[in-house]
């Protein structure tokens, strides 16, 4: 099984890797668009600034490519906000895979989010094996709001969506590569999707 992680200079990518690694299969890193066509599941990680990020996927034609995609992809944290079709961070347009728009966590809040929190409603063989109200790792200031595509939700001050999931695109806002056990499961559970047409 080929799997791709996309590089475009932000994302948690190493870690990401390792993770990859220790449930048995090899990833590698590219930006070469007929290399991520080619792959068999692709990872969108992103750590950082909606705009700059944006930014670099425009500079690569990855913003053009990433939408056409057939196979699994996984975005993760910020990975998942672009895919959405705008952040308020920087008044950001997306990849509009889903619509919705991206907002920011109101001001009674601290912001980041960091540390653990838990997901429920689980509704996706994403979460094949984890348990309802399992703890993973999050770390953002912007969050995308409850919609048609939640899989997944997690309350900071509201509930919020922390899986998305339409067609064969899917984003978690939480850190699976992180995220102990649970998040290893995850992973394995992303890389084991069959292929739908």
């Known amino acids: 099984m080929k799997i791709v992680i996309i590089d475009y200079g932000a994302g948690n990518i190493q870690s990401i890797k390792f993770a990859i690694k220790r449930l048995g299969y090899e990833a590698v890193l590219s930006k070469d668009v007929e290399e991520i066509s080619n792959a068999d599941k692709v990872i969108f990680p992103g750590v950082g ?31 998942m906000q672009l895919m959405c ?19 920011k966590f109101n001001d009674g809040l601290k912001v980041p989010q960091i540390g653990w929190n838990q997901i429920f409603n689980l509704e996706s063989q994403l979460f094949e ?15 995308v709001p409850e919609c048609e595509e939640t899989i997944a939700k997690t309350e900071y001050g509201v509930e919020y969506t922390s899986a998305i999931k339409k067609d064969n695109f899917y984003g978690v806002q939480f850190h699976p590569e992180k995220s102990s056990d649970a998040g290893a499961k995850i992973l394995e559970n992303f890389l084991k999707l069959e292929v739908r047409n």
Not at 87 to 96: A, F, I, K, P, Y
């Open 85 to 103: 079709k705008s952040s308020e961070e920087g008044n950001t347009q997306g990849l509009g895979i889903f619509d919705v728009k991206v907002v």
């Open 129 to 143: 094996g984890v348990n309802e109200n399992e703890y993973v790792y999050l770390v953002h200031s912007y969050y």
């Open 49 to 79: 600034e909606a705009g700059s990020a944006m930014k670099m996927l425009r500079s690569t034609g990855l913003d053009k490519l990433i939408p056409t995609l057939k196979q699994p992809v996984l975005g993760i944290c910020l990975g």
